[in-house]
């Protein structure tokens, strides 16, 4: 063999190499999110209730006054975590008065999950929180942890 032919060869051995050690993997980001939030169940013992789009609640207390939709201003108190326990926000105890048609797809579909009084945690995939954008703190393709109480409705 000539230098030439070596020196191709060994090229090609550390270009197979390299590419069978980096591994792509090809679940989507959904499954991914939901092998996060499975995990995450599971190690906090939670019973948590699935709603179809990828987001999971937990219901401590469901409320007993009225229940929003995606037009009602609310007051939420609030922390919110990654499912590393890194804990990326939260308001006072006064809570944050927002309209719901103005925050993240994961708190328009699940704090109408309760009424007024209400409280829970929701699991929100990354497709319901940023997505793939990093947002402050939070890391691109991150799965939310929010502890919330629903302290009015307007």
Not at 75 to 90: A, C, P, R, W
Request: proline fraction near 4%; include cysteine; glycine fraction near 12%.
């Amino acid at each position: 063999m000539n230098l030439i032919a070596k020196r191709s060869l060994f090229f090609l051995v550390i270009v197979l190499s390299f590419i069978s050690c980096k591994k792509k993997d090809k679940r989507s980001q959904a499954q991914k999110d939901e092998d996060i939030i499975q995990a995450y169940i599971s190690d906090n013992k939670l019973d948590a209730h699935a709603t179809g789009s990828g987001l999971y609640y937990v219901m401590t207390s469901p409320g007993t006054g009225i229940q929003p939709n995606i037009n009602s201003n609310v007051t939420v108190k609030y922390s919110g975590q990654l499912t590393n326990g890194k804990i990326f926000d939260q308001s006072g105890s006064a809570g944050i008065t927002f309209g719901l048609n103005s925050v993240i797809k994961g708190w328009q579909e699940g704090i109408p999950l309760f009424k007024k009084g209400g409280s829970g945690t929701l699991l929100i995939p990354s497709a319901l929180g940023y997505g793939s954008q990093s947002q402050g703190s939070i890391p691109p393709n991150s799965v939310l942890v929010f502890d919330i109480d629903l302290l009015n409705v307007q």
